[in-house]
């Protein structure tokens, strides 16, 4: 499990200081990207002779609670699942002990062809350990 920080921004909210629904979506996609980070990868990277990106295919996002203007949230961030081109994340979203929303995210890893177009590629051993177990 990965952890990380954030707080809510007066932007990120309604007229009744309640977080956006939307901004949930944007808080699992910063958390996701500093896991990535923290294993040393990037959303765009370089791995043996491939450029490849994580573009998402399906999103979802539960609320239980509201957040609001102030509150520092804590995102959670788990790899649920691993598959040959994809990769599923879950999210929990906490202020403080109390879970606020949980989602998901799933991306496929693809192939940055020279025409911009994208092709799904199966994970590397060695990006599959690295999404799994760290190691720079």
Do not use: N
Not at 7 to 25: P, S
């Amino acid at each position: 499990m990965f952890t990380t920080t954030r707080i809510v921004e007066f932007a990120d909210t309604d007229m009744a200081g309640i977080v956006h629904f939307a901004q949930f979506f944007r808080y699992m996609e910063a958390a996701e990207h500093a896991f990535l980070r923290s294993r040393g990868i990037g959303v765009f990277l370089d791995w043996q002779k491939e450029r490849l990106t994580f573009p998402r295919v399906s999103a979802s996002c539960d609320y239980l609670k509201p957040a609001r203007f102030g509150e520092e949230l804590t995102i959670e961030v788990t790899i649920a699942h691993l598959g040959r081109t994809s990769i599923r994340y879950a999210f929990s979203i906490r202020r403080e002990a109390e879970l606020l929303a949980t989602g998901q995210v799933t991306a496929v890893l693809c192939r940055l062809r020279d025409d911009h177009s994208l092709e799904p590629f199966p994970f590397p051993d060695g990006l599959r350990e690295r999404l799994l177990h760290g190691s720079g």
